[in-house]
Structures are given as C-alpha cells and as structure tokens.
C-alpha cells in the first residue's frame, strides 16, 4: 500500500500535492493504447483514407478569403510580388504542419492539439488550447455561414431581389439583423455531419472539387488572357517588388491566416483507416495543394491587372470584368459559395471530436463523449455544436469577432511545437493508471518489494542492517548493492537524470526566449532603445537554448513512445524552435483589442475548469508507475480477472 499511496499522492511529477495548487495543471495522460480503449470508450468509425483526409484539410484551408485578400493584400502591401507572400506563408504553415503530422502518427486519437498537448505539457495547459479552439470554431462558422447569402445573392442580381425566407431581416425596435438563410445552412451541414464521416467526407469532396475547379479555371482562362495582352500587371515602372522585403513579410503575415484548417485533418485521426500512413500524407498533400493554387492565382490576378487597379471587394470577378468576360463572375461566385460551404464543414466537423475528447478526460461532462453505435460519430456533440453556431450565424454579426478566431489556432500551432521538443527530450516516463488497477499494483509492488528484500538483506545488506523501502523505483535501487554494476548503474541513472533536466530548462528558457523577443519586436509602444535592448537579450536566450538542445542527445525512450513506426519531424530542434517563434508572434500581433474579447471568454473557461473539469478529470485518483512496469501491470490484472 505504501508505493500506492505514494504515487496517488505524488500525482505524477507532482500533479496531485496539493488540490488547490498549481498540480493539475501539469498532470499529464497517457498516449490512448489498447488498455484504454478496452476499458474506456466506444470508438469512432475507422473509414477513411488519405483521399477523404485531403479533401477535409484542403475544403476547410480554402475558404472564400482568397478571392478577397488577393486584392487587399496586393493593393496595401505586395504589389506584383503576392506570390512571393503566399510562397512564404505556405512555408511558415508547413512547419507547423511539420509537427502536427508526427503527433497524428504517436498519438492518433480524436482531439487534436488539445490531445497532443495533454499528454505532452499537462491537463491546464491542454483545458486552454481545447477551450480556445471551442471559440475557434464556433465563432469561425458562424462568420462563415453569414458570408454565403452575400454570395448567394449574386446569383439572384443582389440582396434585395433574394426570396424571402434566404434574405436577412431587422428585428424592429431592436436593429438585430437576423440571417435564416445562414442558420439553415450551419443546420444542414449538422444533419450531413450526424449521418457518418463517410458521408461528411464524400459530401466535402464534393464540394471541394468544385470549389478547386473553380480555381482551375481562375488560373486557365486568365493565364490564356495575360499570354494575349501581355501581362499588364508585372509591366510597372517600380517593379516586381514595389512595396519591398517589409511588404512582402506584412502581407506574409496577413495571407498566413489563409492556410488555417488543415489542422482539422487531426481532429479526425481516430477515424482513419491507417492513420500512420494517412495523416502525415493527407496534412501535406492538403496543404501542399492549397499553397500551389493560392500562387497560381494571384500570380495570374496581379498579371491581369496592375495591383493599384484591384478591386479590393472583388479582385478576380474585376480583373476579369476588365477584359470583357463578365460572365465569369458566375463561375468565381459558384466557386466562392463552395470554399464557403466547405469552410463551415471544415469548422463544424472537429470542434463535436474535441468536446468527446474533452468530456472522455472527464473535463467536461460526459454528454458530449456520447457516441451513436448506429453512426458511430458523436452525434450529441455535434448537435450541441451545430445548434449553437446556428443561433450565433443568425442573430449575431460576428465579423467584429473575427479576429478572434486566430487565437486558437496559433495557439494550437504553439503548443504542437512545444509538444514535439518535449517528445524528443523529455518525453513522460510515468504512467497514469485507473484506481480499478489498484490489486494488480500492490501486487506487483509486494512482489518487488521481495526481490528487493530478499537481494539486500540476504546478499548486500546496508552497514545498518537495514533494507530499501518498498516501491516500483526501488527495484533499480536493489541493483546497487552489487560493487561491480553499482557505478555504472548509478552513473547511467545520475547521467541521464541531468540529461532531462538540462533539456527541461533548455525547453522552458527556449519559450522565456522567444516570448521576449517576439512581444519586444510587435511593441511599438516601447523606446527603441529599450526594445533593442529586450530584442537582444530574448535573442541570447532563445540562441543559448536552441544551441544546448541541438547538442543534448534526445531521449531514447522517444522511440517507443506512443504509437511507433510513422513519419518524424525533421530538423529538430531548430523546425520546432522556428515554428514557436513564428506563431507567438503572430499571436501577440493581432492586438490588444482581440485580446481583451479573447480574455473575457479564457476567464470564463478558467472558471469551468476550477470548478467542473479539474474535479472531475479522469486523472483525479490516478496512480502514477514508472512507464516500464505498465504493461506488467495491465498483463496481471488481465490475469486476475480472468
């Protein structure tokens, strides 16, 4: 009973001193494996493959603001070269994409990067990314499905010649604009969801092949029209680069935004027949796709006409208006209608898994990890979700709160990082295990706890004639009683002890680092002294960092950590080090007006987790063992019940 209440107590690193202390935020859960899944949860359907995951990542990732931001980001801060802009997005987005496809390949299970940071960083941590990513894609459909009747309504000759029930409406007296025609949308695309990911796939792809048409055809007939007339557009006496290196990096930054969704991919891991071979492919393939079409396009818009000329509301139907071919706007409308269409697909379909992923961890309540052994989706969750965004798409205008949707995101895009450097360097060596395992641990702590005896007070006892205390650490305790192993074993253990924790600090400094640097560079408020000065010194501690990691060895238990076997980041440290950089300072960019609307709803979450989710958390009664006597533990009880 000692070593159980010890590691009840201990939490794991920690986690459970005391219940109102910071422990929880640090508990960590273990990598879903065949226990677990025996034990636990009825599973999703595992249906697709890598064609339905391309079409899921490149539906969500194209959504209609490429046939807007083509002109606005050219006309403010590119010039001729938004190709070059969209080019460096796209590889900006790969890192993280980098680090998404081998957290899908170790631990592929619903959830994404709220499952991915649980298990890497801890539950606090994992509760903040899943509660943003909650607003994320509440927020983000709702905008979505209000931008299809403007669309919509090009087709009927304007807003005002709509039918009545598509056209929005003024609730007098209080001057809320309603949108049915939005809310019925976001409802049938619930419905298509809760009919089975087979069909939410198939109808995606659908979607999608029209929507890439569509492109297809922006990229042929107006390359066809730049060959004849001589592409007007790059014929400018200020050159291809007008704006210079500064605007091509400003509209980076903006265009970068336009590759958000291919993280949806994850979120459906546990559905995927092969998922070691499919997530890796279907993330880059999807993206890969997006950022090749995204610089076909505005390479042909930009060539059409002279960035100065864009129509900054609708640059491609203009630029093609321009030489005569207005009936083209039917087939860029039809073709923006469907990005739109499949971007709320993309946003609705993760956010119901994140929620079961969240209420399987006890987080919230069990509701929403309910799943429909008919459909094998979790139709409740999806439901809650889909009612939800229907009423905010029709009562509310919430492109005021676009802003917002970016924090999840990037914050998501963070953490996967971070996650990674800790999979390689530092990777958890405990195990949580269920209270109902309980016998089988004091049963094999008894049998150690023998060994243990049995070695020390028969062959090496201590000058004191006593023996070691009993727990699962001490079996390697009982090794050191043998003069001709016990410095090697100890050196072995007291090497890599100080191996972890150079790589922890490194790790943690490495984020100090960039934190600094990044809020020093987006400050403008700040003296250029005193943010030269900060610049530097976060620079020296993100370098110090980068440069003990690269020349620490990682941890060798990274190899049989999670599920083995599928794709690896490449580059590490130095891709993930980049990956955080990039995102903590678009994170901190986006300006202290979003953050204030963004910290009223992370209150709000803070508060449920305090007084719901941290009480309620699957790992509350965990009893932490080392990760080597795991299986050992599972195989005698599986005996015992038997």
């Known amino acids: 009973m000692g070593m159980v209440a010890d590691r009840q107590n201990n939490g794991g690193n920690g986690a459970g001193k005391c219940s109102w202390g910071f422990g929880s935020l640090i508990r960590r859960k273990q990598v879903d494996s065949a226990h677990v899944r025996r034990e636990g949860h009825t599973q999703l359907a595992r249906k697709l493959s890598a064609v339905d995951l391309i079409a ?65 960083v801890g539950e606090g941590f994992a509760w903040l990314v899943g509660w943003s990513l909650i607003l994320e894609y509440t927020i983000g459909g709702a905008a979505v499905a209000r931008g299809i009747t403007p669309n919509l309504a090009l087709f009927f000759g304007g807003e005002d010649k709509l039918p009545t029930f598509m056209a929005r409406h003024t609730i007098p007296g209080l001057g809320i604009v309603v949108d049915p025609c939005a809310a019925v949308l976001v409802l049938l695309v619930t419905a298509l969801l809760c009919i089975g990911i087979k069909e939410s ?31 007007v557009g790059y014929e400018l006496s200020t050159g291809y680069f007008t704006f210079g290196v500064n605007g091509i990096f400003s509209g980076s930054a903006i265009v970068f935004f336009s590759y958000i969704g291919f993280d949806s991919v994850t979120s459906t891991a546990e559905e995927v027949k092969n998922p070691q071979r499919d997530l890796p492919l279907g993330i880059a393939l999807a993206l890969s796709l997006c950022c090749i079409l995204y610089m076909l396009v505005s390479a042909v818009i930009v060539g059409l006409v002279p960035y100065y000329a864009l129509d900054p509301d609708t640059p491609i139907s203009s630029a093609f208006a321009s030489y005569g071919v207005q009936w083209a706007v039917y087939i860029i409308t039809t073709g923006a209608v469907t990005a739109l269409f499949a971007s709320l697909l993309g946003s609705i379909l993760p956010q119901p898994r994140i929620l079961m992923a969240m209420a399987r961890d006890g987080l919230l309540p069990s509701f929403f990890s309910d799943i429909s052994e008919r ?21 509310m205008d919430v492109s005021q709160l676009a802003g917002m949707v970016s924090v999840g995101t990037l914050l998501a895009f963070t953490t996967a990082a971070v996650s990674v450097l800790i999979l390689r360097y530092v990777p958890p060596d405990e195990v949580p295990l269920p209270s109902s395992l309980h016998e089988s641990i004091d049963s094999m702590s008894s049998r150690l706890s023998g060994d243990i005896k049995e070695v020390n007070c028969d062959n090496v006892k201590d000058p004191a004639g006593s023996c070691h205390s009993n727990n699962l650490h001490d079996k390697g305790d009982a090794l050191l009683g043998y003069p001709l192993i016990e410095n090697k074993v100890a050196q072995g253990e007291q090497k890599q002890q100080m191996r972890r924790k150079i790589a922890a600090w490194a790790i943690t400094l490495l984020c100090v680092g ?13 003296p250029s002294i005193l943010s030269f000065t900060l610049c530097g010194a976060g620079g020296v501690v993100l370098l110090c960092s980068l440069l003990v990691l690269a020349f620490i060895d990682e941890d060798d238990a990274r190899h049989s950590f999670g599920y083995t076997g599928g794709f690896a980041c490449p580059f590490v440290p130095f891709l993930p080090a980049a990956c955080i950089l990039i995102n903590t300072y678009l994170l901190i960019d986006l300006g202290a007006a979003t953050w204030i609307r963004v910290s009223v709803w992370l209150l709000m979450g803070a508060l449920v987790y305090i007084f719901y989710g941290r009480t309620h958390s699957s790992l509350l009664k965990a009893i932490y063992v080392p990760s080597a006597y795991a299986n050992e533990i599972y195989r005698t009880s599986a005996v015992n019940v038997a």
């Open 514 to 526: 960039i934190l600094i640097l990044a809020s020093a560079a987006s400050a403008e408020y700040l």
């Open 201 to 231: 796939s198939l109808a995606q792809t659908i979607v999608t092949t029209v929507n890439i048409g569509a492109l297809l055809f922006i990229i042929i007939a107006g390359g066809y029209l730049g060959f004849k007339t001589g592409w």
């Open 56 to 120: 899921i990542g490149a539906g969500a990732t194209i959504g209609a603001g490429v046939y807007i931001l083509v002109g606005t980001v050219a006309r403010e801060h590119t010039g001729p070269a938004l190709t070059i802009s969209f080019l460096i997005a796209g590889l900006a987005a790969g890192l993280s994409a980098f680090c998404y496809a081998e957290l899908a390949c170790r631990c592929p299970s619903a959830g994404s990067a709220y499952h991915y940071t649980y298990i890497c």
């Open 375 to 395: 459909t094998q989706v979790p139709v409740k969750s999806t439901l809650a979700t889909g009612i939800f965004a229907a009423a905010l798409a029709f009562f």
